[in-house]
């Protein structure tokens, strides 16, 4: 026996749980099917529990900046306040009770287990069929992608989950990978007393960002005592007597008591079945139109998406699914002014182009350019007061179309940024602005002003 209902929906992470809520509170029949955690990577192993992370190492960090500024200071650091406020906020030790009761009070069936699409609008999960009648939502995220380096695979290494689950920290730590969450993670723990090393195979950290944003964070990271390793990936893995071993391409051989991949994410779409819809077998991302749908009957949002892995954009494209299976208006969401922020600090945002990928796609670039330090708001911040304000002008069209902020609130000032490349805003509109001085945000104008 089968069971028919409107929509199936396939993951139930931020996107996933967004698009199934929204249907089932405005009447369609839903069923849910979810084998991890409803809520997704984000809420127990991501974005939540990391940023707790960050916060707490900012805290030691700013404390230490007391001697010679404002008296003198001894901090000890601690990790236990921090074990214990992500398991309290992953509602005690990884129960996802109260978001499942959230989805099933809004009106939605919820199914625990790894679903099988096995054709159009049909799902096999834990012996039984679904069978949708307008379709499927798929929503399935994506897991912590481990390189295929010798010895690896044999090795007790970590990836976010085991590292936001540990109640202790280690006296040294290895950090395969640095981008995002790699780079974050490195100097949060860092921060806490623990010796820790990068090795990134791109030339520079943060290697999808500005060059300049790499190469200050390599700066930062050096006078905190981070040793950082690029242009070279790892070889071989060992372990032994409790120690990591990793060798890299010039025979270097770094060593630590753990070793944490986070190495970027991966889908498993092979595993879920899209043959059954005609699909590649093979497929890493779905290819979805502005409407969110991948084919007749199949919908696609969040990571699989294959438009960024950010929680704000898979719980955009959310409400970009439902309006279309709901039959509504569709306004698409505009890719062109996506935003995304890397929690070090300093903090860097970027939204749009680089200046190398707008120089690539043949505009006409200006590039507008301010250390933060250079600014009012810097000099007076002093201690911690690294970063830049880089800006990508469109000189045929007079409009920025790239981004960078980095610096002590580099997330916060990129709003103004994202607001600029999103609304197409005229150069001449912002440098007509009154900025509020002495602040972080000014360093616009000082950046705009180094036009001439």
Not at 7 to 14: A, F, R
Not at 294 to 304: L, M, P, S
Not at 332 to 360: C, I, M, Q, W, Y
Not at 367 to 372: E, F, I, L, R, S
Request: net charge negative; proline share 4%; charged share 20%.
């Amino acid at each position: 026996m089968s069971n028919e209902v409107d929509v199936i929906v396939i993951g139930l992470g931020p996107a996933g749980e967004a698009v199934g809520g929204d249907l089932a509170e405005a009447g369609l029949d839903v069923v849910g099917i979810e084998g991890g955690l409803v809520g997704g990577e984000c809420p127990y192993w991501g974005c939540v529990p990391s940023k707790m992370i960050i916060r707490a190492a900012n805290l030691l960090a700013e404390s230490r900046r007391v001697n010679g500024a404002a008296g003198s200071s001894t901090t000890t650091a601690d990790w236990a306040p921090v074990a214990a406020r992500i398991r309290a906020q992953a509602t005690d030790n990884w129960d996802d009770t109260v978001a499942v009761d959230r989805f099933v009070g809004k009106g939605g069936t919820f199914v625990r287990g790894y679903a099988t699409i096995v054709g159009p609008k049909t799902v096999e999960v834990n012996d039984e069929t679904y069978v949708a009648r307008r379709g499927i939502v798929v929503a399935t995220g994506t897991r912590a992608a481990v390189p295929p380096v010798p010895g690896l695979a044999d090795t007790p290494f970590w990836t976010n989950h085991e590292i936001m689950e540990a109640k202790e920290l280690p006296e040294s730590l290895i950090v395969m990978g640095g981008g995002p969450i790699g780079a974050e993670l490195a100097q949060a723990i860092g921060r806490f007393g623990v010796e820790v090393s990068v090795i990134e195979g791109a030339e520079r950290l943060l290697p999808r960002n500005e060059p300049e944003a790499g190469e200050l964070l390599a700066e930062v990271f050096a006078a905190e005592g981070i040793s950082v390793h690029t242009g070279q990936f790892a070889n071989q893995v060992s372990y032994a007597d409790e120690r990591f071993s990793v060798t890299l391409a010039d025979g270097t051989v770094v060593q630590g008591e753990k070793l944490l991949v986070a190495a970027g994410r991966q889908t498993f779409l092979k595993e879920l079945g899209v043959e059954a819809l005609g699909l590649d077998a093979d497929l890493k991302f779905f290819d979805v139109d502005g409407n969110q749908r991948v084919a007749e009957g199949v919908w696609a949002v969040g990571d699989i998406a294959g438009d960024g892995m950010f929680t704000h954009l898979a719980t955009r494209q959310a409400g970009v699914a439902v309006a279309d299976i709901l039959g509504n208006e569709v306004e698409p969401l505009n890719l062109d002014a996506l935003s995304a922020v890397t929690f070090t600090e300093p903090e860097v945002g970027a939204v749009g182009l680089t200046e190398a990928e707008a120089r690539d796609a043949g505009i006409s670039v200006a590039v507008a350019y301010k250390p933060v330090g250079h600014t009012a708001r810097g000099w007076l911040h002093a201690q911690g007061n690294e970063g830049f304000i880089k800006i990508v002008v469109d000189t045929d069209n007079d409009v920025v179309v790239g981004a960078t902020s980095a610096g002590p609130v580099g997330g916060e000032v990129l709003g103004l940024l994202s607001l600029a490349v999103h609304a197409k805003v005229p150069v001449a509109t912002l440098r007509s602005m009154i900025f509020a001085y002495p602040t972080f945000h000014k360093g616009v104008e000082d950046a705009l002003n180094e036009l001439g």
